[in-house]
């Protein structure tokens, strides 16, 4: 059964603390993507992957850092530096990172609660 | 999540009517377009999609019509049913697969 998995679905961190979001995904792609969600608003880019061991900064990257050390996994974590961590965090993947044109799959997300 | 929909623009429609939710994009350069679905917490879906090289494209009782010369996409669904209430959002493609998204139009179907 294939697909993205993201864990924890809830998640709570205390002000101050760094927290690791887990993307997991067995499709077999090779590009991945960190979103942002904030009530009435796009979907925000926070990091993307082409290519294992290869990654780049989105749009709202500050505050947060990411590695792709195997193909099938992309952990984000949110570190202290991020002034407002509060949102639902989505993970996504694709067949390729080169032109436009292929489908995103996205996992079902993760909410982080800043206590 | 589960507030995605807030603050969103909301279409109401009968069960059974058609509805169509529109979206502006911002690059005229941008040669690849996507609907998603988002239901309550969770990620979202695919739902249909279209290259700039089209003009319409078809699916499940869903429609994708694209207007290259003022940049507006539109989804149309076909005897909506309860089960299509959730957020709808559009996408373009940005280069190197990077997705610039809409911020959603919330689709309320009642009975």
């Known amino acids: 059964d294939g697909g993205i998995t993201q864990s924890p679905k809830y998640l709570f961190r205390k002000e101050g603390q760094n927290v690791t979001l887990s993307c997991e995904q067995n499709?077999?792609?090779?590009?991945m993507y960190w979103y942002r969600q904030d009530p009435g608003q796009g979907l925000r880019l926070i990091y993307y992957s082409q290519i294992v061991n290869d990654f780049q900064k989105g749009d709202i990257a500050e505050g947060y850092s990411v590695s792709r050390e195997k193909k099938e996994s992309f952990p984000l974590t949110v570190t202290s530096a991020q002034k407002n961590p509060t949102a639902f965090y989505l993970c996504a993947s694709s067949i390729a990172g080169g032109d436009a044109g292929d489908e995103q799959f996205f996992g079902p997300g993760t909410r982080l609660t800043v206590l | 999540g589960e507030s995605v929909g807030l603050h969103l623009p909301t279409l109401s429609v009968q069960e059974g009517d058609n509805s169509i939710i529109n979206c502006a994009y911002s690059?005229?350069?941008?040669?690849?377009f996507i609907w998603y679905k988002q239901e309550s917490g969770k990620g979202p879906q695919f739902i249909i999609d279209?290259?700039?090289?089209?003009d319409k494209r078809q699916g499940q009782r869903v429609t994708v019509l694209l207007n290259k010369t003022v940049k507006h996409l539109s989804l149309q669904i076909a005897a909506t049913q309860p089960g299509d209430s959730a957020v709808y959002f559009c996408a373009e493609g940005g280069g190197y697969n990077k997705l610039i998204f809409g911020a959603g139009t919330r689709l309320a179907v009642h009975p």
């Open positions: 279209i290259r700039s090289n089209m």
């Open positions: 690059n005229s350069a941008s040669d690849y």
């Open positions: 499709l077999n792609h090779d590009a």
